[in-house]
């Protein structure tokens, strides 16, 4: 398979096989802002880069194309409708046009999904049943799996982990306009925000922000203490809806650690309902930054290969 | 089938066919502090007296037991752990009992799995693939249907709609020991109990207070809106959460009708991620006070008779 990312930074590009197992994998810079015409060339030229890195060719070694893109998507016409990472791009047939850049069926899937897909295929979530998988990056996203496979709701827009609401008079939350959402605190763009405004200080990044918690720097801790409780908060909620054995952490943000997972675990397994809650593993992902990529794979391994339904 | 529903006030049995039609109803009070022995030994005659209504035989006319009822639940076992709205009920195997007491094959399982398995069946959610049931009652519990079945997650005590938090600093939940879940605002309980509070009026009940706030009384306005909010944000978390076509909600709190679930409407579809929240339809439950007992019947007839797995 060749897998597609699309972000809202980097543009990744990788050949990877029925066995997860990865033979190339290139990212560049999205430059979004140059339109979608501009920016899927340049994803078809990295794809192409990328099945000459692993001595792949269209229709021998590779049959089919995934890409992950977030939402909000349309799987059945296989296009991005408007995703708020990329402004200004709107209905972009993605599967149209993959397909006809490579001569081969493609498959689109929200990136949390596919991601989620990955890690239960190949990474954390291997041997799972109920697993719920979360990225914390820029923003917040994720992917569920109920009774083995990743469940999309009723349009292919669910699993919007990152606008489950942990404080409905909190924070504005810029991903979709409410107040108070996980994303609105745990994203890396939030965590970095409050430091920077408490400390007026621009230019933070979150992981400047962990190391500054770590070192004992009195607001760095309580911004950090408050991205752990909301996060707590957050999978407090998803533990009680969905019982999922594991939930799996990804995402730039998890670089932290143990500093960000092991008190948020220990939160939520006292605050989820018993035996939910005494029960769920809380875990880091396994794939790191090619998550993306094989998740891309591995839906359209499943999709256009062993036919699973969407 | 013969289906049983243990709840915190009431006991209630009937016998329903496998198309949903209610032979017979009879509900007696729990007094669940007399503990398990007595009250099983009520329920089965209870049970006794609807096949006999119903003018059915065990055995003949009737396959098979259903049982529902408040978890924490061991599904495998057939045991109820430790039923918050029972206290002092610890590990009663009420499927070894009943299948003892009729005769018959028993199937235990939450009371909002059950109530979801009957709205999806017989009431409000006939033909759709992805619907999620709340009720609205002493406590607030639920059940979700993902992809066409009822989904219990991994060790069938998923589900748990009232402990969705809205307001990780809110009130307290008696439920479950935390603060700010679904079940703290919108419980008949805690309505009751915040508009008795501000007004200095024990004994109130929530209708008391959606009559009085539908009267413009200024507490009991405030106590409502609090409500439809708190209400709103939690089915926003499920909304984004799992993307389903359609909210059912039951239980007496919902006997308020459009006063709560048209306002509560609006909310959600306005603060839901778009498409996933201008397609949802929110609509109040078919089965009324009988959904218990059609529930655990629609579940003794798919995993007993039809073979569906839990």
């Keep these: 398979m060749l897998g597609l990312d699309i972000g809202g930074t980097k543009l990744a590009a990788g050949v990877v096989d029925a066995d997860g197992r990865v033979h190339s994998f ?91 897909a990955a890690e239960h295929c190949y990474g954390a979530g291997v041997g799972t049943r109920d ?79 962990a190391a500054a918690a770590a070192a004992g720097e009195p607001v760095a801790v309580r911004v950090w203490q408050e991205t752990v409780a909301a996060l707590a908060s957050g999978l407090t909620s998803i533990v009680n809806v969905l019982e999922p054995e594991l939930i799996v952490l990804g995402g730039g943000v998890t670089r932290s650690g143990e500093a960000l997972i092991g008190p948020a675990r220990a939160a939520v397994r006292a605050a989820a309902m018993t035996p939910a809650g005494r029960a769920v593993r809380v875990e880091r992902a396994g794939l790191g930054d090619r998550v993306g990529v094989v998740g891309a794979a591995a839906v359209a391994q499943q999709r256009l290969v062993d036919g699973v339904p969407t």
């Design 26 to 116: 290139l990212v560049v810079p999205t430059q979004g802002e140059q339109g979608p015409r501009a920016v899927l060339d340049r994803l078809f030229a990295l794809g192409r880069k990328a099945l000459a890195e692993a001595g792949a060719e269209p229709g021998g070694d590779v049959a089919a194309v995934g890409i992950g893109c977030g939402g909000p998507l349309d799987l059945d016409r296989g296009t991005l409708l408007a995703p708020p990472h990329l402004p200004g791009w709107r209905d972009v047939p993605v599967v149209a046009e993959a397909g006809a850049a490579f001569g081969l069926p493609a498959a689109l899937d929200n990136d949390g999904a596919a991601a989620a």
């Design 131 to 209: 697993m719920v998988y979360l990225t914390l990056s820029t923003g917040v996203g994720g992917g569920i799996v109920v009774d083995g496979e990743v469940r999309r709701g009723a349009g292919g827009n669910g699993a919007e982990l990152g606008h489950v609401i942990v404080d409905r008079r909190g924070r504005p939350c810029r991903g979709c306009g409410g107040r108070g959402c996980l994303e609105a605190y745990v994203s890396g763009t939030s965590i970095a925000e409050r430091a920077a405004d408490e400390l007026g200080t621009p230019g933070l990044t979150a992981a400047d922000v």
